[in-house]
């Protein structure tokens, strides 16, 4: 108790906050319940079931650490009740020479989603070449619930290697539906998208739709920073082209207020990197939605698994605690 006390006088000064960095997303209600017993009530999402309203995701594949962090990812989201989204599985379409790096099935159990990713430029051959069973094979290799389609045109356009995109992502993604009974998640990748390409996803038989918002992992900027010889210093902009998660979320609910739509299922991801930011957004959204981390998951899994272990039960804790006692404010988004 002593020591205790001593820490609270010796910490009093440094530990101040000052009345302008409040968070005016939330009402603190400590009176209206009691502290959260660390469970989580099953709930449906992507064809399966999650505890914890958190998904994983995709970030890496086909690298010699890949590996390891599927595996350490996918036994987290067994244990924990989260899903979970591969990095690109483009190799395994060719061969499975790093098939290993990518069946996480057996680490993670048959209860919760994973979900296979190709990005939209492989997605165009493949359905320009009439080979969409070549997706479906790699589904059921897998042991996935489907396919996570990620949208790029900025990022394979700064890449040396990229592919050039001849059809409109949409519809490509229109052909592929039409064509296959997959569940399908289309996603950005670091910049997110804006209204109108939403209003097309939204009213499309999609699984889900994974904002990738600008303010995490940005893969243009991330191809600008590979490029070291200074030719394309004037593309640097365009890493700070998109939209945030605040302001898609806030595009969806104008987009579900003025029409029906046939995807209400989202992933809300993009510079969340703490359960306040992803709790108010779900909160906030007017469809059923979770909040996905990416490489805030990313460099605890590199590792011992028990370091991604303890970084999840404080992602646990801080829910339980943003649940009972954090309510959103009426402001807008």
């Known amino acids: 108790m002593s020591d205790r006390k001593k820490d609270h006088i010796d910490l009093a000064f440094s530990s101040r906050t000052e009345t302008g960095d409040a968070d005016r997303r939330f009402y603190y209600e400590p009176l209206l319940a009691a502290h959260h017993d660390g469970r989580f009530e099953p709930f449906s999402f992507a064809g399966k079931s999650m505890r914890l309203p958190m998904w994983v995701s995709s970030m890496t594949g086909g690298t010699e650490k890949a590996g390891t962090i599927n595996r350490n990812l996918a036994t987290a989201c067994g244990e924990y009740g989260m899903g979970m989204g591969l990095g690109s599985c483009r190799s395994l379409l060719k061969d499975d020479q790093h098939l290993a790096d990518f069946d996480v099935r057996q680490y993670m159990g ?50 040396p290697e990229g592919d050039f995109l001849k059809t409109p992502p949409i519809e490509t993604i229109e052909a592929f539906l039409y064509r296959t009974n997959l569940r399908v998640i289309v996603k950005e990748v670091g910049q997110g998208m804006g209204p109108a390409s939403l209003q097309k996803l939204l009213i499309l038989p999609l699984e889900a739709i994974e904002f990738g918002a600008l303010g995490g992992t940005n893969f243009t900027k991330l191809e600008l920073n590979r490029q070291t010889k200074g030719y394309n210093s004037h593309f640097d902009t365009f890493g700070r082209v998109g939209h945030t998660a605040a302001e898609m979320t806030a595009f969806v609910n104008q987009i579900v207020d003025q029409e029906t739509v046939n995807c209400r299922q989202l992933i809300i991801s993009g510079g969340i990197t703490n359960v306040p930011d992803g709790y108010y957004l779900t909160q906030k959204c007017k469809l059923n939605a979770i909040f996905g981390m990416g490489s805030t998951f990313l460099k605890h899994a590199m590792g011992d698994y028990q370091d991604l272990a303890i970084f999840i039960n404080q992602l646990q804790q801080a829910l339980g605690i943003a649940k009972n006692f954090l309510i959103p404010t009426s402001n807008d988004l």
Do not use: C, M, R, W
Request: charged content about 25%; overall charge negative.
């Open 110 to 159: 048959s209860n919760t989603p994973l979900y296979a990713n190709l990005g939209i430029a492989q997605l165009e051959k493949l359905v320009e070449n009439k080979q969409e069973e070549l997706v479906e094979e790699l589904v059921e290799k897998l042991k996935a619930d489907g396919i996570i389609i990620h949208i790029n045109p900025l990022q394979e356009a700064f890449q």
